[in-house]
């Protein structure tokens, strides 16, 4: 199996950062792209930023310009680096990873349990 555990959330006033981290463990044998996503209440879970295996990123216009989104391959974690937050920021935000376990299964995209990021004064 593959695990995925998120970190770095809390709560944050306006105008703060915080910087969110995904490590991927478990049978790995290549992660091709990896991504955070988030959902508040109320609302559909929707793409926030992600990276190819090779460096390539998309980001959510709502957050160009505040957000980056980096990888280190050599420990199969992600970070988001959210600056300028704003409250409507708020939400739960998900690690997603595109995994092949080994060379001979297919592709399958893997989800962490979600943390919380509440911006507020």
């Known amino acids: 199996q593959v695990q995925l555990v998120e970190s770095g959330g809390g709560l944050v006033q306006p105008g703060g950062s915080l910087r969110l981290s995904c490590a991927a463990s478990?049978?790995?044998?290549?992660?091709?792209?990896m991504g955070w996503y988030r959902q508040a209440p109320g609302k559909q879970r929707e793409l926030v930023a992600t990276?190819?295996?090779?460096?390539?990123?998309n980001y959510a216009d709502s957050v160009k310009g505040r957000f980056t989104i980096s990888r280190d391959n050599a420990k199969n974690t992600v970070y988001l680096q959210m600056n300028n937050l704003k409250p409507e920021d708020t939400a739960v935000y998900y690690c997603?990873?595109?995994?092949?376990?080994?060379?001979?299964?297919?592709?399958?995209?893997?989800w962490g349990q979600g943390t919380q990021v509440t911006v507020s004064s």
């Open positions: 997603n990873a595109d995994v092949r376990r080994t060379i001979a299964t297919t592709r399958v995209k893997y």
């Open positions: 478990g049978s790995i044998f290549i992660i091709y792209a």
């Open positions: 990276i190819t295996d090779g460096g390539s990123t």
